[in-house]
């Protein structure tokens, strides 16, 4: 069994900051990606960004220079931390994490709101 628990979800004014943090526990070989996606209301979850288990990253385009994507392997944790926040950053934030233990297989954390008011 794996869990993944994000915090660092919260409401902020355009311009701020928000730091995400998910934390992979349990039945873990190794991590080959981990990454964050998002669903606003009405639209589908697309990619935010996500980290390789290098360094390699990718970015969605709408957040290319504002948001960063970094790694603790140690901790199995991965980071988001966004910044110059915009109201269409809005959205339920979901961690997910491609693992292997059995097999290889991916998993998601339960989502954590990020609100950003104009």
């Known amino acids: 069994q794996v869990q993944l628990v994000e915090s660092g979800g919260g409401l902020v004014q355009a311009g701020g900051s928000l730091r995400l943090s998910c934390a992979a526990s349990?039945?873990?070989?190794?991590?080959?990606?981990m990454g964050w996606y998002r669903q606003a209301p009405g639209k589908q979850r697309e990619l935010v960004a996500r980290i390789f288990s290098g360094v390699t990253t990718n970015y969605a385009d709408s957040v290319k220079g504002r948001f960063t994507i970094s790694r603790d392997n140690a901790k199995n944790t991965v980071y988001l931390q966004m910044n110059s926040l915009k109201p269409e950053d809005t959205a339920v934030y979901y961690c997910n994490a491609r693992i292997t233990n059995s097999g290889r297989y991916d998993y998601w954390g339960q989502g954590t709101q990020v609100t950003v008011s104009s």
């Open positions: 349990g039945s873990i070989l190794s991590i080959n990606v």
